[in-house]
Nanobody, 118 residues
Framework: QVQLAESGGGLVQPGGSLRLSCAASGTAFDIYTMGWYRQAPGKQREFVANIDNGGTTNYLDSVKGRFTISRDNAKNTVYLQMNSLKPEDTAVYYC????????????WGPGTQVTVSS
């Protein structure tokens, strides 16, 4: 079992930055592929970024060059640094954990709201 808890969301102006954190508790954090998804009002949840246990990363095209995912296995934490934020980045952001042989996430955090508005 893995429990996930996001933090770091909030209100930011367009062009601003936020760093989301996701603290994981449970066992074997370092083997999981950790990810971030988001869901805007009236839309389906979408993949944003992930990082596997070897450090390989993947990103949604619209966030490439603006968002950076990283992990600290010693702290059981994954981060999402978001720069040059746009109003269309407004959503609830969810942390996820997927076991190495899985296709979809096995665990989800409760989410943190990110609002980009002037």
């Amino acid at each position: 079992q893995v429990q996930l808890a996001e933090s770091g969301g909030g209100l930011v102006q367009p062009g601003g930055s936020l760093r989301l954190s996701c603290a994981a508790s449970g066992t074997a954090f370092d083997i999981y592929t950790m990810g971030w998804y988001r869901q805007a009002p009236g839309k389906q949840r979408e993949f944003v970024a992930n990082i596997d246990n070897g450090g390989t990363t993947n990103y949604l095209d619209s966030v490439k060059g603006r968002f950076t995912i990283s992990r600290d296995n010693a702290k059981n934490t994954v981060y999402l640094q978001m720069n040059s934020l746009k109003p269309e980045d407004t959503a609830v952001y969810y942390c996820s954990a997927r076991n190495p042989i899985g296709v979809i996430p096995n665990y989800w955090g409760p989410g943190t709201q990110v609002t980009v508005s002037s």
